[in-house]
C-alpha cells in the first residue's frame, strides 16, 4: 500500500498534540475524554489504514534497527546523527511530528534527539495506558 505522507503527517501531528495535552492531566482527570477520544480515533485509523508494517515494531526492534552515524558537518565538526532514510515510515513521521522545531541536518537529526524522542514515546505511552485504565 502507497504512504499517504499528508494524511499520514496530518495524524501524526493530531496524535503528538493530544499526547502533549493528555500529558498535562492526571489519569482519571474528566478533561483528559476529549484527548482519548482523539487518540482512540487515531487508533482506529491507524488498523484500518496501517502504514506498513514498521508501525507494529517494538521500540526495542526499532531502536535496533536505527544505526547511529558519524557525521562531519561543512565546517569540520563531528557528530552523531540518524539517517533518514534509516528511519522506518510511520516513525520517520512520528519523530518529525514530535521534533519539528529542533535543530538538525538535511541528512538527519542529532542521535540524541532520537534516543530521547525513543524514550518520550515509551512514557507517553505508559501515561496513555494509565489514562485509559482509569
Known amino acids: 500500500m502507497a504512504v499517504d505522507l499528508k494524511s499520514l503527517w496530518q495524524r501524526e501531528r493530531a496524535r503528538r498534540a493530544a499526547l502533549w495535552d493528555l500529558e498535562e492531566l ?6 483528559a475524554k476529549p484527548h482519548l477520544s482523539i487518540l482512540d480515533e487515531i487508533d482506529r485509523q491507524d488498523l484500518e489504514q496501517p502504514h506498513e508494517e514498521a508501525q507494529f515494531m517494538t521500540i526495542e526492534e526499532l531502536r535496533d534497527s536505527v544505526p547511529e552515524t558519524q557525521f562531519e558537518s561543512s565546517d569540520g565538526h563531528h ?11 510511520i516513525w520517520r513521521t512520528r519523530f518529525e511530528a514530535a521534533n519539528a522545531l529542533a535543530e538538525r541536518f538535511s541528512e538527519g537529526s542529532y542521535a540524541h534527539d532520537w534516543r530521547r524522542f525513543l524514550r518520550g514515546w515509551i512514557r507517553d505511552m505508559e501515561h496513555l495506558a494509565a489514562h485509559r485504565l482509569s
Not at 492526571?26 to 478533561?31: I, K, L, N
Not at 557528530?79 to 515510515?89: A, K
Open 26 to 31: 492526571r489519569p482519571g482527570d474528566d478533561r
Open 79 to 89: 557528530f552523531v546523527i540518524v539517517l533518514d532514510q534509516h528511519i522506518p515510515e
